[in-house]
């Protein structure tokens, strides 16, 4: 499969500036097709100018990008994406129902399409009983709720969510959810843009972590899931227990009869065990770590790692 038709965007070196201000410091980024990429930084990081220049609502300082194979902004191309914005303003004179009429329109939806597409989409963002209450009345989650209705008017290709469960219960949340699941299942990818680390984790295929308008890492949220650090509490080590290891791992913090490894790979644990008993350590716990996404963000994020 031909690089454009894999990927539903892909970027080189973007940049934007504002007032001479670096805003996006040469983001590279490749996102394929039928995949929930979740997209974290804190705020400043440059996530939002990122996802204005995927759009086309902004133009580049420099550097290149691609959606859904076309050049970022293209006007067809367009028609093929939903976007959720973070800060949204609606025309609060509208009802639930006429709010989505007039963005299905401007879509180029047929009127006969949306009298069907309507009463589905208000049934899954559970607005159908406030079809007919206008905007105005809504609370922060409502909105919310038909925002996201909207975003899924012209059942997209690539689907942009901006803090998607800002707002939000526990139930909307769950939604949300499984309304990100229900666009993967029919093949469609998610850019996602989210402070809720745990919405993330359990949501996203990959992760990439931005920091001062720069990706600092991708990774696969399975990566998260292997037990790649362990913890270990033992006496009578001897002093250079620790050279013998290092094949194997390395010490993250060492404090009196504890200490935590970082593992070259979960197969790796064995092997270590192995030779600390081998050394004459008296070892009374030995204990695999799972990293989580919180962790690995506050350790870029708190950190110069990657810059």
Not at 254 to 270: E, F, H, M
Request: with cysteine.
């Amino acid at each position: 499969m031909p690089e454009a038709d894999r990927l539903a965007i892909s970027t080189r070196g973007l940049q934007k500036s504002f007032n001479g201000k670096l805003a996006l410091k040469g983001l590279t980024l490749d996102v394929p097709r039928g995949e929930v990429f979740g997209f974290l930084g804190p705020n400043g990081a440059g996530k939002s100018t990122s996802i204005k220049l995927l759009l086309g609502l902004i133009t580049p300082t420099s550097g290149q990008a691609t959606v859904l194979g076309r050049p970022a902004g293209d006007r067809a191309t367009r028609a093929r994406i939903g976007f959720l914005p973070e800060h949204f303003r609606f025309y609060d004179w509208l009802t639930a129902a006429e709010l989505l009429h007039v963005h299905g329109r401007l879509y180029g939806i047929s009127r006969d399409n949306l009298r069907q597409r309507i009463p589905m989409l208000l049934e899954t963002v559970g607005l159908t009983p406030h079809r007919q209450k206008k905007l105005r009345e809504f609370s922060k989650g409502m909105l919310q709720r038909i925002g996201l209705a909207q975003a899924l008017l012209n059942d997209p290709e690539l689907l942009f969510l901006d803090e998607p469960t800002s707002g939000l219960d526990p139930i909307g949340r769950k939604l949300v959810r499984d309304i990100i699941k229900q666009q993967r299942e029919r093949g469609a990818t998610v850019f996602l843009n989210s402070h809720l680390l745990s919405e993330v984790e359990v949501t996203c295929d990959r992760v990439a972590f931005i920091k001062a308008g720069k990706v600092i890492e991708v990774r696969e949220m399975s990566s998260f899931s292997g037990q790649n650090q362990v913890l270990i509490r033992a006496r009578s080590l001897p002093s250079n227990a620790w050279d013998g290891i290092r094949p194997w791992a390395s010490p993250v913090s060492v404090n009196g009869d504890r200490w935590v490894l970082t593992l070259q790979s979960p197969d790796a644990a064995p092997l270590v065990l192995r030779y600390l008993v081998e050394q004459g350590a008296e070892i009374f716990e030995f204990t695999p770590l799972k990293l989580s996404l919180e962790e690995r963000f506050l350790q870029l994020i708190e950190t110069d790692e990657g810059l």
